[in-house]
Antibody, heavy 116, light 112 residues
Framework: EVQLVDSGGGLVQPGGSLRLSCAAS????????MSWVRQAPGKGLEWVAS????????YYVDSVKGRFTISRDNTKNSLFLQMNSLTAEDTALYYC?????????WGQGTLVTVSS | DVVMTQSPLSLSVTLGQPASISCRSS???????????LNWFQQRPGQSPRRLIY???NRDSGVPDRFSGSGSGTDFTLKISRVEAEDVGVYYC?????????FGQGTKVEIK
């Protein structure tokens, strides 16, 4: 069974940093493209970033370019999102998802709250 | 960026009646491989999104056959042939052809 477990969220002050993790199991992680998608409270879904199987290609939504970095560790079946210079607009539930053209499996989400 | 426009944004449906959601993209979603990467997701209250349909009309495993997707190019539709209580939630279309990936605003489906 495919399982994605998101973690690392929390309360952080504006300008602060946070690193999200996604632990994958039940599929060949090293052969899967992966993505992060977020959802602000009461709002719709917003794609954030994606990464190729080997990490050689990464894509970001404009609003996080230069601040967020997506990465992966295929030896540990893990996906990461390093988030720096956080603002209130980054407050959201962050989901990892398997795939980047048709994300088919999603984690449960981890909540990031940016507030002083 | 490709803009995905859904309509209606909310839908109140009688149990057992059909429902239809439209999704229009600002550019063609045909990829260089010839496929069209248009997905539909269901998000029930308090749950993570669940993919229902991929590549316009392919239903995911375990998705009831009352859900169907159709369309081409820039114009797509999700249909529920007979709405059931468990279909309550928000439905999103998403394009996976162009960067950045983009979602529609979401359509909230409730029971009348």
């Amino acid at each position: 069974e495919v399982q994605l477990v998101d973690s690392g969220g929390g309360l952080v002050q504006p300008g602060g940093s946070l690193r999200l993790s996604c632990a994958a199991s039940g599929f060949t992680f090293s052969s899967s493209r992966m993505s992060w998608v977020r959802q602000a409270p009461g709002k719709g879904l917003e794609w954030v970033a994606s990464i190729k199987e080997d990490g050689s290609q990464k894509y970001y939504v404009d609003s996080v370019k230069g601040r967020f970095t997506i990465s992966r560790d295929n030896t540990k079946n893990s996906l990461f999102l390093q988030m720096n210079s956080l603002t209130a607009e980054d407050t959201a539930l962050y989901y990892c998802a398997r795939g980047w053209m048709q994300p088919g499996s999603w984690g449960q989400g981890t909540l990031v709250t940016v507030s002083s | 960026d490709v803009v995905m426009t859904q309509s209606p944004l909310s839908l109140s449906v009688t149990l057992g009646q059909p429902a239809s959601i439209s999704c229009r993209s600002s550019q063609s979603l045909v990829f260089s491989d010839g496929d069209t990467y248009l997905n539909w997701f269901q998000q029930r209250p308090g749950q993570s999104p669940r993919r229902l349909i991929y590549k316009v009309s392919n239903r995911d495993s375990g998705v009831p056959d009352r859900f169907s997707g159709s369309g081409s190019g820039t114009d797509f539709t999700l249909k529920i042939s007979r709405v059931e209580a468990e279909d309550v939630g928000v439905y999103y279309c998403m394009q996976g052809t162009h960067w950045p990936r983009t979602f529609g605003q979401g359509t909230k489906v409730e029971i009348k």
